[in-house]
Nanobody
């Protein structure tokens, strides 16, 4: 059974920072593309950022220059560093592992940006 264990969400003021983590097994981490998605109330789930097993990244336009996705092979963990957070970044953030027809999701972690 594939597990993606997320952590790092919480409440932060506008302009603040948070770092999300998603840990999984080596067999998944070594070959799957890892991504972060988010879903705000009443909205569809959307891609925030993704990183391939080779280290290539892509970002949603709304987070470019503010968020950074990275992966640590020693810990089988992918990170999402979120800086300059805005109220519109408020959502449940989900980790996803994907390769071809296979996809696995984490349980989600709440990020709330509010003063």
């Amino acid at each position: 059974q594939v597990q993606l264990v997320e952590s790092g969400g919480g409440l932060v003021q506008p302009g603040g920072s948070l770092r999300l983590s998603c840990a999984t097994s080596r067999s998944i981490f070594s070959i799957y593309t890892m991504g972060w998605y988010r879903q705000a109330p009443g909205s569809q789930r959307e891609l925030v950022a993704a990183i391939t097993s080779g280290g290539s990244t892509n970002y949603a336009d709304s987070v470019k220059g503010r968020f950074t996705i990275s992966r640590d092979s020693a810990k089988n963990t992918v990170y999402l560093q979120m800086n300059s957070l805005k109220p519109e970044d408020t959502a449940v953030y989900y980790c996803k592992a994907e390769q071809r027809v296979f996809a696995y999701w984490g349980q989600g972690t709440q990020v709330t940006v509010s003063s």
